[in-house]
């Protein structure tokens, strides 16, 4: 049996090396260079006039690095990250997996492995974001599973009726709407929550 696996091909990508002026950067720069990436260096913080959309990678230093460098939360960075790393100190490996790193390289920075980084970084986050998505459907899932709960025993108080019936009339609304029976559930559960709100004030 064979496979034919697609060469990753990293030509007119652009990096962010965040890391202080060193030789390793200067390694980085010549690797860049050979595999065909614009690569731009800063430090100490992510540039705040920059959007990440325009870089396609990132490269920190696990060695120096903290979470208030970058614009967005731990562990949600929105484009592959390489770590770069020196130290074998618990607590820097902790800050460095806490963050979210797709891969790392080690130092000091030689003349090669930037390539095989890439390729773990750049497929290790789409598989982040894909189980992210995953995530957020499911959470999703669960709170409409929660608001059809909460309309089924609201109908059943306000009809004086059974599950059965309640959850039918979900049913027949939905239909009659052209629309999920979650919708109508949340619709339901909204005019609840809306009309508490106005009894509320009402009683002030």
């Not at 309309?151 to 959850?167: F, H």
């Not at 939905?174 to 508490?196: L, T």
Request: charged share 25%.
């Amino acid at each position: 049996m064979s496979s034919v696996h697609n060469t990753p091909n990293f030509d007119g990508w652009r990096a962010l090396i965040l890391h202080r002026p060193h030789q390793n950067v200067d390694a980085l720069f010549a690797q860049c260079a050979r595999i065909g990436i614009a690569a731009e260096q800063a430090w100490p913080d992510f540039p705040r006039d920059r959007s990440a959309e325009e870089f396609n990678v990132l490269l920190i230093d696990a060695d120096m690095g903290h979470d208030e460098q970058f614009p967005w939360r731990q562990g949600e960075a929105p484009l592959p990250m390489i770590a770069l790393i020196g130290s074998e100190a618990p607590g820097r490996i902790a800050w460095t997996i806490a963050q979210g790193a797709d891969a790392q390289l080690l130092k000091p920075i030689g003349s090669a492995g930037l390539y095989s980084a890439l390729m773990v970084a750049s497929h290790s986050f789409v598989r982040r974001r894909a189980l992210d998505r995953d995530v957020a459907a499911l959470k999703d899932r669960l709170a409409r599973r929660q608001e059809l709960a909460e309309a089924t025993a609201l109908l059943m108080l306000r009809k004086n009726c059974g599950a059965s019936e309640a959850y039918q009339h979900l049913r027949l609304t939905a239909m009659s709407r052209s629309c999920s029976i979650e919708d109508v559930a949340a619709a339901i559960v909204q005019e609840f929550e809306n009309h508490g709100l106005k009894n509320a004030d009402h009683g002030r």
